[in-house]
């Protein structure tokens, strides 16, 4: 097993190649960053469900259904872009948060008071680094 040097970035192309292989379901190795990121992409309706599984000493899997038009077959995701890298990290304070398609995405954004959305660190007045756009 290869230790992968950007988990995020890693967790986004698995969800991108799953949404562009027409998957309905995606396995992740998890961590606590990638359950809070999944709980908000639930939140917000880009995907349909998911599944933390847990297994002793070790990390555990995160399932993910994905949500795909019934009619069309498109799916909920139109787009998920890494903002923040290892190599480069950006940050946002408070005042400078960045607005994703005009509000119609989100951006998930680490902060103090954990990983939120673009909107909810508006309302709170916290910055932070942002870890991705979602669209």
């Given at each position: ?39 908000i992409l639930m939140d917000k309706g880009y ?89």
């Amino acid at each position: 097993m290869s230790k992968v040097s950007d988990p995020i970035a890693d967790y986004l192309t698995r969800v991108r190649n799953a949404i562009l292989a027409k998957h309905r379901v995606v396995d992740i190795p998890a961590s606590s960053i990638k359950k809070e990121m999944t709980k908000i992409l639930m939140d917000k309706g880009y995907i349909l469900n998911f599944k933390f599984e847990e297994e002793q000493g070790y990390q555990g899997n995160i399932k993910i259904a994905l949500k795909y038009n019934p009619e069309t077959k498109v799916s909920a995701i139109k787009g998920l872009k890494r903002i923040s890298k290892p190599g480069l990290r950006q940050y946002c304070n408070g005042d400078n948060i960045p607005r994703v398609l005009n509000g119609l995405g989100i951006a998930i954004i680490s902060t103090s008071k954990g990983v939120i959305t673009d909107k909810e660190a508006r309302e709170q007045n916290v910055g932070g680094e942002v870890l991705c756009y979602v669209y």
